[in-house]
């Protein structure tokens, strides 16, 4: 069970606000604001997606094989969330599409500290 992922990132205004309005259709706001770490989800007890400075101070980075995935409610859903998430800065890592048969529905994109993230629907 997840109750948070925490991502780096280099600027926590802008990382609020990108993650607020990439999640907003989740019913998302920012749930926790201690400084250098915030958390944004629709609940201190549903999972959430923790922004922050890193603790040493260096430069965020993403993890080579590191993704945050999160579930959507339909095809049509991912499509509409992975548009929005281009539209506010992040970066395609692969377009909307099936990606196993009759399974796994997802599109993959990086936001604009280059944290990995996945929209996706089973089935």
Known sequence: MIGYVTLG????EKAKA?????LSDFGATVQFDGGRIAMIGKS????MISVCIPYNEEAPSAGNGTMVALPA????QVDKLYQKA???GATSEGEPG???????YGAYFRDPDGNKLVFFVFG
């Open 9 to 12: 990132v280099s600027d926590m």
């Open 18 to 22: 990108f993650y607020c309005d990439l």
């Open 44 to 47: 201190m007890a549903e999972p």
């Open 73 to 76: 409610e339909s095809k049509e």
């Open 86 to 88: 281009i539209e506010l």
């Open 98 to 104: 099936q990606r196993i048969p009759d399974m796994f």
